[in-house]
């Protein structure tokens, strides 16, 4: 089945360390992205990339990393900078059919704080 | 800046019982307004797009409806299974990377 996978599904980080969060896509979608989801708010972009080995900052991209090595991927470091990572992170990726561009998203990895 | 303001933001329903959600927009220039399903401890799942003012599109008991102001997402005879949190989105930059998203209505439906 094409999808996107994001793993681990669960994962904590320790202070001052940093944690990669993985995202695969077989859907051959150009597009990717980064979400972060917290309690009560609305999704908010953290990075996204449209073409391999380019991406842009979204609107919180600080303390986040991205590569975009192969279309298929596309991880993020959560690094000791983000002093509040915990958050439900959310990886998609999208296409325009039929004229419309429609965000496929995964299941999401939930990182806490230990 | 876009705003996007979802009410209420949970509703308790008895099966069957239809009602609708709505979703209040502030943009420069709307490029698309968008309906997500989120199931707890999931990815949203797609629903709708939507363009224009007058625009409805349905999916089983859904059904999305646009003005220039705001979108409603009508829920008739509601089943359990139809228990999740609903998200809207507006697009005013044309891809994907232009999304602003509200914060959700969380609907459960009562048996």
């Known amino acids: 089945d094409g999808g996107i996978t994001q793993s681990p599904k669960y994962l904590f980080r320790k202070e001052g360390q940093n944690v990669t969060l993985s995202c695969e896509q077989n859907?051959?979608?150009?597009?990717m992205y980064w979400y972060r989801q917290d309690p009560g708010q609305g999704l908010r972009l953290i990075y996204y990339?449209?073409?391999?080995?380019?991406?842009q900052k979204g609107d919180i991209a600080e303390g986040y990393s991205v590569s975009r090595e192969k279309k298929e991927s596309f991880p993020l470091t959560v690094t000791s900078a983000q002093k509040n990572p915990t958050a439900f992170y959310l990886c998609?990726?999208?296409?325009?059919?039929?004229?419309?561009?429609?965000?496929?998203f995964g299941s999401g990895t939930q990182l806490s704080v230990l | 800046e876009d705003q996007v303001t979802q009410s209420p933001e949970a509703l308790r329903l008895q099966e069957g019982e239809s009602s609708s959600l709505n979703c209040s927009y502030t943009?420069?220039?709307?490029?698309?307004l968008f309906w997500y399903r989120q199931d707890p401890g999931k990815g949203p799942e797609f629903l709708f797009t939507?363009?224009?003012a007058g625009e409805e599109k349905e999916k089983e008991r859904l059904k999305a409806t646009l003005t220039k102001k705001e979108s409603f997402l009508h829920i008739t005879a509601p089943k359990p299974e139809d228990s999740a949190t609903y998200l809207c989105a507006v697009n005013s930059g044309g891809g994907a990377d232009g999304l602003t998203f509200g914060k959700g209505t969380h609907l459960i439906i009562q048996p």
């Open positions: 939507l363009y224009s």
């Open positions: 990339s449209q073409i391999v080995n380019d991406f």
């Open positions: 859907l051959n979608h150009d597009a």
């Open positions: 998609a990726s999208s296409i325009i059919s039929g004229g419309d561009e429609k965000l496929f």
């Open positions: 943009v420069s220039g709307l490029r698309g």
